[in-house]
T-cell receptor
Framework: SQTIHQWPATLVQPVGSPLSLECTVE??????LYWYRQAAGRGLQLLFY??????ISSEVPQNLSASRPQDRQFILSSKKLLLSDSGFYLC????????????FGSGTQLSVL | GQNIDQPTEMTATEGAIVQINCTYQ??????LFWYQQHAGEAPTFLSY????GLEEKGRFSSFLSRSKGYSYLLLKELQMKDSASYLC?????????FGAGTTVTVRA
C-alpha cells in the first residue's frame, strides 16, 4: 500500500531563517506531488506541483521554492522566512491521471516569529 | 482564475441531516471532490463526482450538476465525530483547487 511521510510535524522558526520541509512517498512510482499551504481558518492554497523528477510548477509568486530530486521525494524550501509564511503545510500525492484524488501527508505546522 | 464558493459555517443536531453547497467557476473541469478535515489534521477523501447526478456512500452522498456549476455534500444521521471542516475541490489540469471549507458543528 502507498504511504506518504512528511516531517517535521511542528516547526517554530525566526524571521529570516531558512526552511526545508521534506516529503516522501512509498509504494508507488511516478506520482504527481503537491505542496499546499493552509492559513489559519482558510482554505488550501496550491503552492507547487510536480509531474516528474526536476519538473516543478509554481502556482503563486512567493518566498518559497520546491525541488524534486528523486521520483518520490518533494522538498519545500525558503532562504529567508517571512512572518506571512506561517501556516499549515501539506504535502500530497496522486496518480498521473487528470482526475486523481489526492492523498495528504500529516502536515507541518510552521510558526514564523 | 478559479472561484469555488461554499458557506463558512453550519450547525446541526446529532441525528439530523446537513447539506453543504458548493458552487464553482473554473477554467477547466475534470471532476469534483469532497474532503473532510478535522482540526489540525490532513484532509481525507470523502467522495468524487465527474458525471451529473448523485453518488451515495453510506451516510454521505454527493451531487453534481455540471451545467449549473454546483455540487452538494449531504451528511445523514449526523454523529458528533462528523464535526469537521468539509472542503469542496475542483480537479483541472492535474491539480485540485479547493474552496475555503465549511465548518460543520454537530450539537448533542
Amino acid at each position: 500500500s502507498q504511504t506518504i511521510h512528511q516531517w517535521p510535524a511542528t516547526l517554530v522558526q525566526p524571521v529570516g531563517s531558512p526552511l526545508s520541509l521534506e516529503c516522501t512517498v512509498e509504494g508507488t512510482s511516478n506520482p504527481n506531488l503537491y505542496w499546499y499551504r493552509q492559513a489559519a481558518g482558510r482554505g488550501l492554497q496550491l503552492l507547487f506541483y510536480s509531474v516528474g523528477i526536476g519538473q516543478i510548477s509554481s502556482e503563486v509568486p512567493q518566498n518559497l521554492s520546491a525541488s524534486r530530486p528523486q521520483d518520490r521525494q518533494f522538498i519545500l524550501s525558503s532562504k529567508k522566512l517571512l512572518l506571512s509564511d506561517s501556516g499549515f503545510y501539506l504535502c500530497a500525492w496522486s496518480g498521473q491521471g487528470l482526475n486523481e484524488k489526492l492523498f495528504f501527508g500529516s502536515g507541518t505546522q510552521l510558526s514564523v516569529l | 482564475g478559479q472561484n469555488i464558493d461554499q458557506p463558512t459555517e453550519m450547525t446541526a443536531t446529532e441525528g439530523a441531516i446537513v447539506q453543504i453547497n458548493c458552487t464553482y467557476q473554473t477554467s477547466g473541469f475534470n471532476g469534483l471532490f469532497w474532503y473532510q478535515q478535522h482540526a489540525g489534521e490532513a484532509p481525507t477523501f470523502l467522495s468524487y463526482n465527474v458525471l451529473d447526478g448523485l453518488e451515495e456512500k453510506g451516510r454521505f452522498s454527493s451531487f453534481l450538476s455540471r451545467s449549473k456549476g454546483y455540487s452538494y455534500l449531504l451528511l445523514k444521521e449526523l454523529q458528533m465525530k462528523d464535526s469537521a471542516s468539509y472542503l469542496c475541490a475542483v480537479a483541472y489540469d492535474y491539480k485540485l483547487s479547493f474552496g475555503a471549507g465549511t465548518t460543520v458543528t454537530v450539537r448533542a
